[in-house]
């Protein structure tokens, strides 16, 4: 499925941005979702996961809190709302995507998916 990510920009520390992650023409709803990023010398890590249904949800212990995922599939569209920022958080923002018959099942590693968006870049200035 061909994802699109967007919603990143420039913000300062302790703002907050809305990420937004597409499928056009797809049904999502089919799919769970995950955020990863990486950041300039970095490798890639887990952000968070949905499951199909949304009723699951994870984040990584790095934004624990300061992260929230949610899905509304008849919009095909998954969030990432991110607050209090942190210049840490700079990165480029990948949502990726698998088709898997669980609605409960979430997936917090990059291998697990088979699709994968263009990125969206989110600055956090200090």
């Known amino acids: 499925v061909q994802l699109q990510a967007s919603g990143g920009g420039l913000v300062q520390a302790g703002g907050s941005l809305r990420l937004s992650c597409v499928a056009p023409?797809?049904?999502?709803?089919?799919?769970?979702v995950g955020w990863f990023r990486q950041a300039p010398g970095r490798e890639r890590e887990f952000v968070a996961a949905i499951s199909r249904s949304g009723i699951m949800t994870n984040s990584a212990d790095s934004v624990k809190g300061r992260v929230t995922i949610s899905r509304d599939n008849a919009k095909n569209t998954v969030y990432l709302q991110m607050s209090s920022l942190k210049p840490e958080d700079t990165a480029v923002y990948y949502c990726a995507a698998v088709a898997i018959s669980s609605q409960s099942i979430l997936l917090r590693f990059a291998h697990q998916y088979d699709d994968w968006g263009q990125g969206t870049k989110v600055t956090v200035s200090s």
């Open positions: 023409g797809r049904t999502l709803s089919r799919f769970a």
